[in-house]
Nanobody, 126 residues
Framework: VQLQASGGGLVQAGESLRLSCAVS????????LGWLRQAPGKGREFVAA????????DYADSVKGRFSISRDNNKKIVYLQMNSLKPEDTAVYYC????????????????????WGQGTQVTVSS
C-alpha cells in the first residue's frame, strides 16, 4: 500500500486548504485512514480519521469545527478540508492507513497505523 499526500502550502490565518492523499494497492474500503501532523520540535499528533465505509469520523479537539475529513472510495482518495487555519496548525501533515478485517471495518483508527505517506507542509502565517 502506498500513500501520496498533496495540497500543502503557505496561507494566512483564517484561510483554507484542502489536503489530498491518494492510496494505491490493497482493498481501499477496508482501510481506516487518518491525518496526523508534526510541528517543529514536537511529537506527531492525531488530527482526524475516518473508517473504511466513510460512515464514522473523529477529530482532535484542537481542530473540531474547523477541519473535515472525507474519502472517495471510487477514486481511492482521502481528503482533509482545513478551514479557519491558525498559526498553530503549522506542521507537516501525514496521511496514514490501517487495515481492518471485515468484522472491524467500522473502526475509526487513532493510532497504530501500518502505512504512511511522505507528508506535506502546511504553513499558516499570522
Amino acid at each position: 500500500v502506498q500513500l501520496q499526500a498533496s495540497g500543502g502550502g503557505l496561507v494566512q490565518a483564517g484561510e483554507s486548504l484542502r489536503l489530498s492523499c491518494a492510496v494505491s494497492g490493497g482493498p481501499f474500503n477496508r482501510y481506516g485512514l487518518g491525518w496526523l501532523r508534526q510541528a517543529p520540535g514536537k511529537g506527531r499528533e492525531f488530527v482526524a480519521a475516518i473508517n473504511g465505509p466513510g460512515s464514522g469520523t473523529d477529530y482532535a479537539d484542537s481542530v473540531k469545527g474547523r477541519f473535515s475529513i472525507s474519502r472517495d472510495n471510487n477514486k481511492k482518495i482521502v481528503y482533509l478540508q482545513m478551514n479557519s487555519l491558525k498559526p498553530e496548525d503549522t506542521a507537516v501533515y501525514y496521511c496514514a492507513a490501517k487495515y481492518y478485517i471485515l468484522s472491524y471495518r467500522d473502526t475509526v483508527p487513532h493510532e497504530d497505523y501500518s502505512y504512511w505517506g511522505q507528508g506535506t507542509q502546511v504553513t499558516v502565517s499570522s
